[in-house]
């Protein structure tokens, strides 16, 4: 069974500072990883996804890795503003089309 | 293009009543499922679907019935509605494109159970 790990569960830095999210997983059979966004009471929000033949993605501000072979992901946020406070998850899609979610990391990012 | 789409948005139901959650998507995805959000527990997977007549367990199946008799709609059943089982719901859809796999989801049920 695919296990997501996401450490820490929260995070509270000051408006500027880089976030640095990171994720991991027990089973590298993989299709993909996905990072998403979810506000208080909202719905899933898809920020950056990378296949299980890609090693990193990048948009915009957010920048995120793959390490299959470790099982690790992270996640970087660079100058982060107070628009950036969420709860951010790790979603793993392993081979047999199970999604599996971390927990999330809960951030906040002080003015 | 609506992508997937969730209803109702919210619903209250009494200990006991039996609802059907309604999923739908209009990108011909063949993978669809139903995950459950609690509070520190992440999303967890009910049922899922790889196909239209296909169904099987996830990892928290017990008190929801599913079935996929079109490629389009995915109905998520309560039987019998307890406190348990209150929570916000979500249905997602699993794009694939030769190599490339995407999963799209719902804007979630808020269910209340009393």
């Known amino acids: 069974k695919q296990e997501v790990t996401q450490i820490p569960a929260a995070l509270s830095v000051p408006e500027g500072e880089n976030l640095v999210l990171n994720c991991s997983f027990t089973?590298?059979?993989?299709?993909?990883l996905q990072w998403f966004r979810q506000d208080p009471g909202k719905g899933l929000t898809s920020l950056l996804l990378?296949?299980?033949?890609?090693r990193e993605q990048t948009s915009g501000r957010l920048n995120a890795s793959l390490d299959k072979s470790s099982g690790r992901s992270t996640l970087y946020i660079a100058a982060s503003q107070p628009g950036d406070s969420a709860t951010y998850l790790c979603a793993v899609l392993s081979n047999d089309y199970k999604l599996s979610f971390g927990a999330g990391t809960t951030v906040t990012v002080r003015a | 293009n609506a992508g997937v789409t969730q209803t109702p948005k919210f619903q209250v139901l009494k200990t006991g009543q039996s609802m059907t959650l309604q999923c739908a998507q209009d990108m011909n995805h063949e993978y669809m499922s139903w995950y459950r959000q609690d509070p520190g527990m992440g999303l967890r997977l009910i049922h899922y679907?790889?196909?239209?007549?296909?169904?099987d367990q996830g990892e928290v199946p017990n008190g929801y019935n599913v079935s996929r008799s079109t490629t389009e709609d995915f109905p998520l059943r309560l039987l019998s509605a307890a406190p348990s089982q209150t929570s916000v719901y979500f249905c997602?859809?699993?794009?694939?494109?030769?190599?490339?796999?995407?999963?799209?989801f719902g804007q979630g049920t808020r269910l209340t159970v009393v």
């Open positions: 679907s790889v196909g239209a007549g296909i169904t």
């Open positions: 990378i296949q299980s033949s890609q």
């Open positions: 997602a859809s699993i794009k694939r494109v030769g190599g490339d796999t995407e999963a799209f």
């Open positions: 089973d590298s059979a993989i299709y993909n």
